[in-house]
């Protein structure tokens, strides 16, 4: 590995754990009750991208991101089921004026590093990692993500961002009494 990595994660669904090691993602959104119960504080944390990325989730997060102007990776490239880098937890605010925000409480997060994906299982809060297993499985709707049907035309324009015939839904949220809840930004 030959870096010395810290011993506790923070699971977060793609392409958002992306956004924070590489697309300059600086607030995690959370809720006040998930940063009590995962026990979140201050520190130097390691980021998990979890197993779970819905279509719904990654076109509006593609959505949001262009706000921001960041250009998020195809689906099929981004690992999932694996610590991805390590951040520093500085701040825990309940109002930012960083584009990121979008939630009741955010994480302010800096020095964010890459690291090539280890397999890892994910949890809920702050939870102590260890190697295991294999990186999740690409799923179909993944490798088909805004890929043209006619073979004569693939990347014919790689660096236009994506569009949709109508803006994608946010996706439905859980909140604490199980109900749900349409998303706001991540």
């Not at 250009?71 to 999932?80: A, F, G, H, S, T």
């Not at 951040?87 to 890459?114: C, E, K, T, Y």
């Not at 949890?123 to 006619?150: C, H, I, Q, V």
Request: aromatic residues 8%.
């Amino acid at each position: 590995m030959g870096v010395d990595l810290p011993p506790l994660a923070l699971s977060v669904r793609q392409p958002w754990a992306w956004a924070i090691i590489e697309g300059g993602k600086d607030i995690e959104n959370r809720s006040l009750p998930s940063i009590r119960a995962g026990k979140i504080d201050c520190r130097t944390i390691c980021i998990h991208a979890a197993t779970g990325m819905r279509r719904s989730e990654y076109e509006w997060a593609v959505v949001k991101m262009q706000k921001t102007e960041t250009k998020v990776p195809r689906p099929d490239d981004l690992p999932r089921r694996a610590i991805i880098g390590v951040v520093d937890v500085v701040d825990i605010v309940n109002q930012s004026d960083s584009p990121w925000f979008g939630h009741s409480m955010g994480l302010v997060l800096a020095n964010p590093r890459a690291i090539d994906p280890i397999p890892c299982q994910g949890a809920l809060g702050y939870f102590k990692w260890s190697e295991d297993g294999a990186l999740a499985d690409t799923l179909p709707w993944m490798r088909k993500w805004d890929r043209t049907s006619n073979p004569k035309t693939p990347g014919l324009f790689p660096d236009m961002a994506p569009s949709f015939r109508s803006q994608p839904s946010p996706p439905f949220l859980r909140t604490t009494d199980g109900q749900t809840r349409s998303g706001t930004a991540r």
